[in-house]
Every structure is written in structure tokens, then in C-alpha cells.
């Protein structure tokens, strides 16, 4: 802490990152660009590159990748019996049919997945998790987690909920609106 001329306390100056060093670079070459944005944005995608590479590292520990990861957790948090229509996954997962149809092969090669007729109607084909796909995701959702808790260690928990709320009121400006279901479109809502 320290003292203004008038004898306010302040806090120390906060240490500089990268996005400040950036940021005082283009006020050298382009003064009049307000770079603001970058505090903001630009940590956010800083931090998201060491988060991806982090979340996909503990996938590779599983055997998984991060998009494997995203279709057997969706039939995960589907709730009983696991299942899903291949339509249901792309809607919710916002890929192409191809793309659902290509990681649902590989995962039921593995085994973690099985993809038989929908007993409401023979003719639906649904993907459902096997025992093993469904403890795998559980592991591995259970390890993303505490690893996420160790790269949000440097805030407290007050910390961690007003920035939570920040970037909330920001994603619903550009998220879709929840199905009519309850279900959330977000391709990676763990």
C-alpha cells in the first residue's frame, strides 16, 4: 500500500503482464487507438490458451480429446438412461452431422459408447454410454475439475465469483438461449 499526495491509500501497482507490455507498445506506435479492449479481452484470451492447454492435457491422460470429451460428457449430463439421438448431439454440441457421426465412431470403437435403435421408435438410431464411457467421463471430468480449481488458485473465492458474474452478463450477449428443453447449447458447459 501507499499514499497519494493527499494522504489516500492506495493499492500497490499491480504487477505488469503481458497485455500491459503489449498495450504500451501500441501507444508507442498508434497513440490514438484506444487499447482498453485489450485489458479485458485480451487476458481473456491469454488465460483461455493456458486453460485449453491444460483441460486437453488431462484428456490425453484419459485417452481422450477434448472433442471425445464433449459428446460422452453431453450424454453424461443428459441425465438417465445417457442417450441422445446423433441430431440431439450436433444441435447441442453446434457441429455438422458428419462431425457427430465421425467422433461417434471412434468413441464406440473404444468402447465407450454403443449406438442402437431408440426403444420410443426402431427406425431413430441414439448413442448411449457404455459402463466404461461412463466412468471415463466421470474420471476425467473429476480431474478437469481440480486442475481448473489449481489455475483459478490466485483468486479467493470472492474473487472467482465476480469475475464468473462479468464474464456471464458478457457470454449472454452472445450465447444462444437454453432449448425449450432446459439443455444448454454451449459446446463445452461442464
Known sequence: MRSDADGTVM???????SVDRFRKLWRKELPDVDTSPMETVGRIN????????????????????????????????????????PTALYQLLMLTSGGVTHRLQR????????REPSPDDGRVMTAGLTRKGYELVEASFREDMKREQKLLAPLNARERRELGNLLR???????????TAGVSRDPDPR
Open 169 to 179: 452478463k458478457l457470454l449472454m450477449q452472445y450465447e444462444a438461449p437454453p432449448d
Open 107 to 114: 468413441l464406440e470403437k473404444r468402447g465407450l459408447i454403443v
Open 11 to 17: 493499492a500497490a501497482k499491480p504487477e505488469r503482464d
Open 46 to 85: 491469454r488465460f483461455a490458451r493456458f486453460a485449453h492447454e491444460s483441460i486437453s492435457a488431462t484428456f490425453a491422460e484419459f485417452g481422450i480429446d477434448r472433442g471425445e470429451f464433449d459428446v460422452i460428457s453431453t450424454l453424461r449430463r443428459s441425465g438417465p438412461p445417457y442417450r441422445l439421438t
